[in-house]
Structures are given as C-alpha cells and as structure tokens.
C-alpha cells in the first residue's frame, strides 16, 4: 500500500482516522482507494477500539412521525404507519434518520428484521408498505460508505415473524421460526454470511416456532418462545439453543420462560444471562433462575424493544397505545434508570432493531 498522507508517518494518519465519526467515513472512503480500504481493514477497527473512540449505535425501525399543521401536535399514522431506520448514539443522545435503499421509496417494509454485524446493517424480510406482499429479500447497508445492496434472498418459501440474531465477529445473521404465506409456523433455520453473500441451511428445530425471539450471545444461537400452527398467539414457554461450534440443536429447555408470554422484550446481556420486561419489572435468567432486578420507569411500561450492550440495558416504550415513545437506559451494575432524551420526530412505535458498534 502506498502512504496514507505523503508528509505524514502512517501511524499519525491511522490515528487522526481513528478519532472520525461514523457518520465521516463515507467522506473518508471517497477520497482515495487507500483510505477507502484503510477504515475497513479489521486491523484498524481494532484500533479505533483498543483507543476508546469506537461508537454504539443503536438501530431500529421506527414509525415515522409528522407534525400536524393544525394543532402543532407530531404524531403518527396508527392504522397506516410508515417506517424508517433510525440510529441512536446512546453515548450522546444523537438522534438520525438512515437512508433507506432504491427499492424502499415507500418506507421500510412492515414487519422487517434488522442485524448488525460489524459495520454492516442488514434488514432482511418483511411486508410491502403498499401491497403487503410478504418478502424474503436482503438488503445490507455499509455504514462506511453509505451505500446499500441487494443480498441473496432468503432461501425458500416466503417467511415472516422469524427470529433473527447476527454474531458481529464472524458477520454472520442467523435466522429461524416465523411462519410462511399460509400462516403455518416454521422449525427451519439458517445462516447468512454478509461478507460471501450466501445462505447455509441449519438443521431444523425440535419445535414449530412462529413470532419467536432469538438471541446471539455466549457463541450460541438462543431461540425463545413462539407457537406452532395450532396454538395461534399461545406462547410457549420452552427455548432451544444452537451450537455454532458442534453445528446442532441442544435439546429443549421445558421451561425456560416463567410464563407463556410475547418473548420480544428479550435480550443476551455481557453476563450470559438473559433479560427481559415483565408487567412493571425487568427481570433476568442467571443460574436458571428469574428474579427481578429493576422496576421499569412508569413511561415505558407499555415496551416495544430492548438493546443490551457492555452492562448496559436500553428499553424503549411509552406509558400506554398510542403514546409517545420514549427510552431509558439500565445500568446493570448500580440498577440505576437513565431517561434519554428522546426527539418528538423521533418518538414513533418501534417494530424492530439491532446494535452496532463502528
């Protein structure tokens, strides 16, 4: 490789490229190749790491709110919302809208999945905005460059409610569950890797999972909840575990989930246990067991999704239907409520998201 800068040492440059904004890279990669393939060399986010300047974001799909010109109040559309990607830096309590691809001129597909898997965003199925039609395509957005292209679809037949969960260091996005276009709950599984833009068919679950959650953390592939065809919206309250390193199922946890109950709210914390919202409080799994470690601040107690990431809890909801959304942050070591403070344009429902760090 040529030098960065010619009247600078490489390490000086690494190091001013290393204090940049996420939102600086796409400049950075369009000045020259070099530096285009400098900023994604793994070897240069490490140090952006080991130097304390790298950024959390947190990622969702959010319904997007307008201001109404007679009353001045921002609301949104209940019956008709229109989503978007939003980006939270929950370090500085910014808030910004994502560009969405070519093919989404008329919002994010309802019912999406987002992952996050290294510097890469991928929004994977859904439902037409416009026609409903259910769809098994990829998109994947580099955040280094700003740009957007169309991945492999998802093989085999249309699939929606699927749990989806990414392991950010191999950048690879696992799927599972949901059901396909006769509303019959899947037990298929499989894999995307983001960098050779292929899908790897896992072996199946034991059980038929539809509206399930998944979770990556620990190395393993945590699928939570969901129901098969006939229990229609009736929980269950078991789980399975895939492990990546003997490439199976491990048997069935009975009774993992106290009771059978929407898994959405679920999350892998850095501790390996899990933690979810239940009624007013936020409660975790550790040594097999559930107990309450926090109360959830009134304003979120009706909650649409939940972000972990290095002790750190994120919950964001509103204090009843058709309320702003607002989100607080948990810290796990002193159990202590943070509020972030949340733009009203940035206060619609949200059905989706992931975590990234840049």
Known sequence: MTELVSVLPDDIVRDCLTRVS??????????????MAEIQLP????????????????????AR???????????????????????????????????LAPEMSAGLPMFCRLAGTGSYLVVMGGWDPMTWTVSNSVFVYNLLTATWRRGVDMPGRPRTFFGCASDSERRIVYVAGGHDEDKVALRSAMAYDVDKDEWVMLPDMARDRDECKAIFHAGKFRIVGGYCTEMQGRFERTAEVFDVSTWCWNHVEEDFLEAGKCPRTCAGGDDGAVYMCRGADVVANKSAKW??????PAEVCNTAYTWMWLGKLMVIGSAGFGRSHVAYI????SYAWTKLQTPEN?????????????
């Open 43 to 62: 070897e240069f986010h490490r140090l952006r790491k080991n130097a304390g300047h790298v950024q959390k974001l947190i990622v969702m799909a959010q």
């Open 65 to 99: 709110v307008e201001p109404n010109l007679t009353s001045g109040v921002i609301k949104c559309s209940v019956h008709h919302p229109v989503h978007r990607l939003t980006i939270c830096e929950p370090d500085t309590g910014v808030w910004r809208e994502l560009p």
């Open 346 to 358: 940035y206060s619609g429902h949200v059905q989706a998201g992931c975590y990234l760090e840049i």
């Open 291 to 296: 107990q309450v470690v926090a109360k959830l």
């Open 22 to 35: 996420y939102e600086g890279f796409p400049t950075i990669a369009s000045v020259c190749k070099d530096w």
């Open 330 to 333: 948990l810290d796990l070591k």
